[in-house]
């Protein structure tokens, strides 16, 4: 007869949730490293012999990682749901190691060294693909798998601790790009080299933490709500004594096999508002546009008139993952909802902010006080909580389907954010210049702000302190 511990089993529950929340860094390394090394990458194929590198293929290239990410999203319920959780993050593992090495050497086998063609292009961003396909992937499972191991009380702040994970991989890119560009400073040829070597090695840096994460991901355990549905009870039981001792693993099993009779059930099982309501915080997480500020940092301050924007990204790096923390400390004291709506109204002021300072004379430092009050805001808000909403909002036997609806929405409207943001911004109207792309890019995203508080207002329940299997029982009653 197997023996099970009577007890929670110390530091096991943090020890797999600190793997789990590499994938979450790699979400973030991956997504922005681009800031850094994008205008690098932009001179390098404007050298072309043979294409003219445009601004709209800037873009493209520049967001083409989010093609493979809204793939790898739909991919992630598949997986999740045929071959698990755990193994599904060591494939995005495997995806952010060969991403990370075809983006330093796209012309493998393939392409002269050095010499940007189209086909070379074409290279690149397959690469990019691949590793969107990676973040995809770890975007869905992350939170997913930490949402199904922790316990209900400690859940939000656990998932929440994902998305920091995900700000500090981005922190960290910001600093390594710094580090890269300032490891030549002293060279009179600083710029050629950033523009033929230099972003190669912002993008090869990201190997280090994806070989790490493909390793680790191995040692720790599936989740016990994929093995019960798996009817792998004993195995589903040995991991919920580990983190909540035997008595209590024993009566969430029982709660977990009340809710799967079957391993999974039609998406709309439960009706159509609760995957309706998944979809949108993800489609609202994006269109407020936050990406487009994290994407283009360095741009967007060399624009305001600072002079070391690089050095301002790093900044503004450590301003998010502050804010971050907010969040993880508050979100099980203060609920969800209202966290994402003090945060969808602050971030209305502060775009609205940058969005005036374009068409009235200010200070510099009031638009940059600004985009940093609207990029703080989203980290205690709709950075951390949509994930949390979209790791507890389904019920069991829908969670690995619409988790994968909800995540490639939210990729779907990233890429249509990240690859119109630099023609919007770039616009031109009259007398007012380049100034009207400024002033419409950030109206536009403090007017969709305030939707976005409204919607929270009136649709979204709170499931603070609920279990998963309490929020069957919610969407059931109101199928």
């Not at 193994?87 to 050095?114: C, D, I, M, Q, T």
Request: hydrophobic share 50%; aromatic share 14%; net charge positive.
């Amino acid at each position: 007869m197997t023996s099970y511990r009577q007890s929670p089993r110390p530091g096991y529950l943090f020890g797999i949730v600190m793997v789990a929340v590499i994938g979450g860094l790699l979400f973030g390394y991956d997504t922005a490293v681009i800031s850094g090394a994008e205008k690098g990458l932009q001179a390098f194929f404007q050298g072309s012999p043979d294409f003219v590198y445009t601004d709209a293929l800037h873009g493209f290239t520049t967001s083409s990682a989010l093609i493979g990410c809204v793939i790898g999203a739909f991919l992630s319920g598949l997986l999740a749901a045929r071959i698990g959780r755990k193994r599904s993050l060591f494939v995005a593992g495997v995806l952010f190691l060969l991403s990370a090495l075809g983006s330093y050497n796209p012309e493998f086998l393939f392409f002269a060294k050095g010499v940007p063609t189209r086909g070379l292009l074409i290279a690149f961003n397959c690469y990019r693909v691949l590793g969107g396909i990676g973040v995809g992937l770890a975007s869905a499972l992350c939170p997913m798998y930490i949402a199904e191991v922790a316990p209900a009380n400690r859940r939000g702040t656990l998932v929440s601790w994902n998305q920091f994970a995900i700000i500090f991989g981005q922190l960290v890119v910001y600093f390594v790009n710094f580090l890269i560009i300032q490891s030549h400073k002293g060279d009179p040829n600083v710029v050629a080299w950033t523009n033929t070597i230099g972003w190669r090695v912002m993008f090869v840096s990201e190997a280090v933490p994806a070989t790490l994460f493909a390793l680790l991901i191995l040692l720790v355990p599936e989740t016990p709500r994929f093995l019960a549905m798996s009817g792998q009870d004993e195995k589903a039981l040995t991991v919920l004594s580990n983190i909540n001792g035997e008595a209590r693993a024993r009566e969430i099993l029982a709660e977990i096999k009340a809710t799967t009779v079957d391993k999974t059930e039609h998406i709309f099982a439960y009706g159509f508002l609760v995957v309706f309501i998944g979809c949108m915080l993800s489609v609202f997480q994006q269109i407020i546009g936050i990406n487009a500020v994290l994407y283009f940092a360095p741009r967007i301050f060399e624009s305001m008139g600072v002079s070391n924007n690089m050095l301002f990204t790093v900044i503004m790096g450590i301003i998010n993952i502050s804010f971050t923390l907010v969040a993880v400390f508050t979100v099980e004291k203060l609920g969800r909802k209202p966290l994402l709506i003090t945060g969808s109204l602050g971030m209305a002021v502060g775009a609205l902010g940058v969005a005036l300072s374009n068409v009235i004379a200010m200070p510099a430092v009031v638009p940059v006080i600004s985009i940093m009050v609207y990029s703080a805001c989203f980290m205690f808000s709709w950075g951390p909580i949509c994930w949390v909403y979209i790791s507890e909002l389904f019920p069991n036997t829908i969670r690995s389907q619409a988790t994968a609806w909800a995540v490639a929405f939210q990729w779907i409207f990233n890429f249509i954010v990240s690859s119109t943001f630099v023609p919007m911004y770039n616009m031109k109207l009259g007398a007012m210049g380049d100034s009207f792309g400024h002033f419409f890019a950030y109206a536009l995203y403090g007017l969709i702000c305030i939707c976005a508080a409204i919607f929270v207002w009136k649709l979204v329940p709170e499931t603070k302190g609920k279990t998963l299997e309490d929020m069957t029982a919610l969407w059931r009653g109101k199928n």
